[in-house]
């Protein structure tokens, strides 16, 4: 699986959007871009995914560059609730079992 | 739909002793998966089975093992625990194959606190 390097910490306000970075500069043709968040003590959520074009659920926005080496994943409208750290993972989709959690980046929103 | 299930939630073992850990994975998933996740070490990968077969397997010693039943649940063993081991064990299910995109959906944990 290719490596990922997310920053350790981030601060966004109460309603504003928060954009994670995330560089995967190894990243290979089969391989998709996955975003987890993981609240204190839960265990991890899904978000989104995305192989190499732009993704939108419910939760959050994925941008991948053109070149795939790497990814913001935004939260349009950031909430309290939305604290947690953020895992971007890269890995093919089969196998899935198997991915490789790096340290995270972990969003504090405040008031 | 129900999510991941993991029992029990919370256990004290002392030294020297083994836990057996359980996990039921969402209906028609046939992957599950485990992992560790400790302060200093992070989420790290134990094992992940398919279809009763153990397909990956990550850097753990021996008195780490799992299995899988024919309804696609699990359980992980650690025998002769040792303090090292406390930490949050999670179990992931996923849809593998064909379409599927290969999401990991993740239990509460099994919080193992060991004395």
């Known amino acids: 699986d290719a490596k990922t390097t997310q920053p350790p910490s981030m601060d966004c306000a109460e309603g504003r959007a928060a954009n994670l970075p995330c560089n995967h500069s190894?990243?290979?043709?089969?391989?998709?871009v996955y975003w987890y968040r993981q609240i204190h003590s839960q265990g991890p959520q899904y978000i989104i995914h995305g192989l190499k074009n732009n993704e939108t659920n419910e939760m959050a926005s994925l941008i991948i560059t053109e070149d795939r080496k790497s990814s913001t994943l935004i939260l349009p409208h950031a909430t309290l609730r939305d604290t947690a750290v953020y895992y971007c993972i890269v890995r093919s989709n089969t196998n899935a079992g198997k991915s490789t959690f790096g340290d995270g980046t972990t969003l504090t929103v405040k008031p | 739909k129900a999510g991941v299930t993991q029992t029990p939630r919370y256990l004290i073992k002392t030294r020297g002793q083994q836990v057996t850990l359980s996990c039921s994975p969402i209906?028609?998933?046939?992957?599950v998966s485990w992992y560790q996740q400790t302060p200093g070490q992070g989420l790290q990968f134990l094992f992940e089975y398919f279809s009763e077969t153990q397909r990956n397997k990550g850097n753990f010693p021996g008195r780490f093992s799992g299995r899988q039943f024919s309804n696609s649940r699990s359980e992980m063993n650690v025998s002769t625990l040792e303090l090292g081991d406390s930490a949050l064990y999670l179990c992931?299910?996923?849809?593998?194959?064909?379409?599927?995109?290969?999401?990991?959906?993740f239990g509460e944990g099994s919080r193992l606190t060991v004395l």
């Open positions: 190894t990243i290979s043709g089969n391989e998709y």
């Open positions: 209906s028609g998933h046939r992957s």
């Open positions: 992931a299910s996923s849809l593998v194959g064909g379409s599927h995109t290969g999401e990991l959906f």
